[in-house]
């Protein structure tokens, strides 16, 4: 039984805030964001911010300082909003916080369960 599905957003982000505009495949609840920084030193305590479209933060992934090419942020859904259930086709925003460089950039894969289960 599939619980889960991935989306691949691939390479995003810049040496300024980022902001993308997506759409829900299906009706689910956000279940994992997985940032990985494709370049060492991006900055510090850099983020890939999920928004539902009632503007609230549903879950954040959050980078370390001074870290290495293929480290991955920690993913955490909003103690308010994390349990969030996304209808098919809703829109959603993806915020990517200011890099240090303008080739700065983080692989970024969202993993939503099909379900609708909350995860908090």
């Not at 080739?103 to 609708?116: G, K, L, M, N, S």
């Amino acid at each position: 039984m599939i619980s889960n599905a991935k989306e691949s957003l691939g390479l995003l982000g810049k040496n300024v805030a980022q902001t993308y505009y997506r759409k829900t495949p299906f009706r689910c609840c956000l279940a994992d964001v997985v940032a990985v920084a494709a370049l060492s030193d991006i900055g510090d305590a850099d983020t890939v911010t999920i928004i539902n479209e009632d503007g609230d933060t549903v879950g954040v992934a959050t980078f370390g300082s001074d870290i290495a090419a293929g480290a991955k942020a920690t993913f955490v859904l909003d103690a308010t909003n994390g349990g969030y259930i996304f209808e098919a086709n809703e829109s959603y925003t993806v915020v990517v916080s200011q890099l240090d460089a303008e080739t700065d950039r983080v692989f970024v894969d969202i993993e939503w369960d099909i379900h609708a289960i909350s995860h908090l």
